[in-house]
């Protein structure tokens, strides 16, 4: 009879982690994919149609700004950011983990500030509209709130999944790919 092994938080963590970034990846890439194809509807609506449509530039801003701040949970999951890959190349071995710590460290607090900050954004684009749209500046001004959680979330379970050894799914994911 064979026995699941019970997994450490550390594994659930990574496990939640891989899902949650599975799933916001696929929301970035329809974003973008929105943002071309309303350009695009853009430029075709008003150099060959002149239909008289302005709304098209507004959307492509904040569809363009939702999927830039949701690609930084992932570069986060993934320790994907090239100034501190290189920054980190150039380190003793010995210095790499607490140099990792501490940068962890700072990016949680200013994750935290602009979660707090991004409420305040929040809450004040109730009371503005937008130019094109007529609706509140809310949903736009959301994409901080969102984002710094996300952020903070992975930055944390990447941290956890540093210091307990555990491999990264997505490093698994790879190698049976390749």
Known sequence: MSEERKRSLPELAERFAYRLNWINERVCAALVAAT????????????????GMIWTEELARYLMIWAAL??????????EHIAVYLLFCRLPKSWQ????????CVGLLFFLFMFVYGLGMVE????EFASIFG????????????????????????????????????ELEDTHTN
């Open 124 to 127: 004040q684009g109730k009371a």
């Open 36 to 51: 071309v194809i309303i350009v695009w509807f853009g430029v075709f609506e008003r150099y060959i149609f002149a239909m």
């Open 70 to 79: 949701m690609a930084v949970p992932c570069c986060a999951y993934r320790r």
């Open 135 to 170: 609706m509140t500046m809310v949903v736009p001004f959301m994409s901080v709130v969102v984002c710094s959680l996300l952020t903070m979330i992975q930055i944390t379970v990447t941290m956890l999944r540093d210091y307990s050894g555990v491999r990264p799914m997505f």
């Open 97 to 104: 983990k607490p140099g990792r710590l501490i940068l962890d």
